[in-house]
T-cell receptor
């Protein structure tokens, strides 16, 4: 069964450093997403991406964050100048549409900022 | 008001029991509705879509009441493997909005 793969599975970084989280979406999917989940809290939407541009972003997704699809297979989330409160599980998702029954989540990248 | 609100539980039930819980959503223009399941520190996985007419998937029954902006999930004949956090999810435009989850623990 095709799946969304994310790397790294866990990263520890120092406050102020830049982090890049990588995702390989399912190959025929055209819609891409990043969500995050702070420990013990709900899953929060960060950004959706379609046709090489951002479709929607949340208020969390400020200038500190950026996304890129550098080639035909990868979808990356860059976090500049990380803060302690950026510590969370970051889920990449891909889908054939924007509806919840067309979206598949990766296993997540756990980011710890110290 | 939160976009999606759920009873956090926990619901602690014996095997074979029936458990039901619900959520409410604030945006009346919401388009699609789902229940996801999340195991500890894992990714959310789609359990089932929710329709106004009500729908079943094996032991799971979901119901949507658009007038009251209310979604429910019922699990019959609970199994140990049903222990998880159940996420109420609402789809709007280009994103999914998640509730905080209802924790269900099924005991032997």
């Amino acid at each position: 069964e095709p799946e969304v793969t994310q790397t790294p599975s866990h990263q520890v970084t120092q406050m102020g450093q830049e982090v890049i989280l990588r995702c390989v979406p399912i190959s025929n999917h055209l819609y891409f997403y990043w969500y995050r989940q702070i420990l013990g809290q709900k899953v929060e939407f960060l950004v959706s991406f379609y046709n090489n541009e951002i479709s929607e972003k949340s208020e969390i997704f400020d200038d500190q964050f950026s996304v890129e699809r550098p080639d035909g297979s990868n979808f990356t989330l860059k976090i500049r100048s990380t803060k302690l409160e950026d510590s969370a599980m970051y889920f990449c998702a891909s889908g054939t549409g924007f509806s919840g029954n067309t979206i598949y989540f990766g296993e997540g990248s756990w980011l710890t900022v110290v | 008001r939160k976009e999606v609100e759920q009873d956090p539980g926990p619901f602690n039930v014996p095997e074979g029991a029936t458990v039901a819980f619900n959520c409410t959503y604030s945006n009346s223009a919401s388009q699609s509705f789902f229940w996801y399941r999340q195991d500890c520190r894992k990714e959310p996985k789609l359990l089932m879509s929710v329709y106004s007419s009500g729908n079943e998937d094996g032991r799971f029954t979901a119901q949507l009441n658009r007038a009251s902006q209310y979604i429910s999930l019922l699990i019959r004949d609970s199994k140990l493997s049903d222990s998880a956090t159940y996420l109420c999810v609402v789809s709007n435009d280009y994103k999914l909005s998640f509730g905080a989850g209802t924790t269900v623990t099924v005991r032997a």
